[in-house]
């Protein structure tokens, strides 16, 4: 399998924005019509799409889920869906509907029971998204504190059953500056599951690199929507490198 480069679409109030390092009052629209952009992804050779509901990791439960499920059904390659999913009944809905997996990320914090039984009763189709600030892992839409360290945190998830890892370092998230590599390599070179890599990509050198660490995939969102990423440059560069 190559190194994933991996399309993110991120909705508030049912359009396509960005946040600068999570910050909601410091946002970016980039379409209000986000299966039209999805669509854009897919025609352009992304492998699989990320899509985060900003409003429902803000809020606590699922707000963007029904334009979640149009965009599950409008593409043929698999997409992954977060934000605000902290509930069975919530993960269970989101399969449901169509997303080839569903990623948890303040319930892992919450709720390490919920994590457990959902990896069991999805094999292989959970991911749960560390957010990180300087190390620190935080919750609710990158608002909350925890207390908790990102790589310590990973380690117990992975010890529940969960098959993959998504960090994120959200000082970088956004800004366009690069990926936390040495958090990156931690991850990978601690953990024994795949590790996909989120925030600060600004250009096709970063995902090669990301690949070379071992990361199994990149979440790209502003370096795509700004064109300082060509999306099918990238998955050239990285299309002959396997993840560790």
Not at 67 to 86: D, F, H, K, N, Y
Not at 114 to 140: C, F, N, Y
Not at 163 to 170: E, K, S, Y
């Amino acid at each position: 399998m190559s190194f994933e480069v991996i399309p993110a679409i991120d909705l508030r109030g049912g359009r396509c924005v960005r946040l600068l390092h999570g910050d909601y009052a410091k946002e970016t629209q980039y379409s209000d019509d986000p299966v039209a952009m999805a669509r854009k992804w897919e025609a352009l050779g992304a492998p699989r799409l990320h899509v985060v509901d900003l409003d429902g990791a803000r809020g606590g439960a699922p707000v963007n889920d029904a334009i979640m499920a149009r965009i599950c059904a409008a593409l043929a390659i698999p997409v992954e869906v977060s934000g605000g999913i902290r509930t069975l009944d919530a993960v269970d809905a989101a399969f449901a509907y169509g997303a080839a997996r569903v990623q948890l990320g303040s319930a892992a914090v919450r709720d390490p029971e919920l994590v457990r039984q959902a990896a069991a009763r999805h094999p292989g189709a959970i991911v749960v998204s560390i957010d990180a600030k300087g190390g620190e892992v935080v919750t609710d839409g990158w608002l909350k504190g925890t207390g908790q360290g990102a790589l310590e945190l990973a380690k117990r998830m992975v010890e529940l059953g969960v098959p993959r890892i998504m960090f994120t370092d959200i000082g970088r998230d956004g800004a366009l500056t690069e990926p936390n590599f040495e958090a990156l390599e931690a991850f990978v070179r601690e953990l024994t599951v795949p590790v996909v890599a989120s925030g600060g990509v600004a250009k096709v050198e970063h995902l090669v690199r990301l690949a070379e660490i071992g990361c199994e995939g990149a979440i790209v969102g502003k370096a795509l929507y700004e064109g300082a990423v060509d999306l099918p440059e990238a998955l050239a560069a990285v299309a002959e490198m396997a993840p560790c």
